[in-house]
């Protein structure tokens, strides 16, 4: 596996972590999380599984949800 592999891997845990947390926060379910943002509540599973990444449009509508910057949800704050 190389070093840019690797580094996706950790983002997609860390994003899915932090989706779940702020899910739960707002007491809402995955159903109810993919209908405010148009998707599925499978999208919004895999996501959470780190199997899968919300897309660019996804992450900012996730980012104004929670009231936090897309740099958290990415892991990027320092």
């Known amino acids: 596996m190389n070093k840019l592999s690797k580094s996706n891997e950790g983002i997609k845990i860390n994003i899915g972590s932090l989706i779940r947390e702020l899910r739960k926060e707002k007491n809402l379910t995955q ?4 209908q405010m943002l ?4 499978d999208t919004i599973s ?11 449009l996804s992450l900012v509508k996730l980012s104004k949800l929670f009231n936090v910057s897309t740099d958290y949800l990415l892991d990027l704050e320092a």
Do not use: N
Not at 38 to 41: E, K
């Open 46 to 56: 895999l996501w959470e599984l780190g199997k899968s990444l919300p897309d660019i």
């Open 38 to 41: 148009q998707t599925t509540q």
């Open 31 to 34: 159903s109810q999380l993919a």
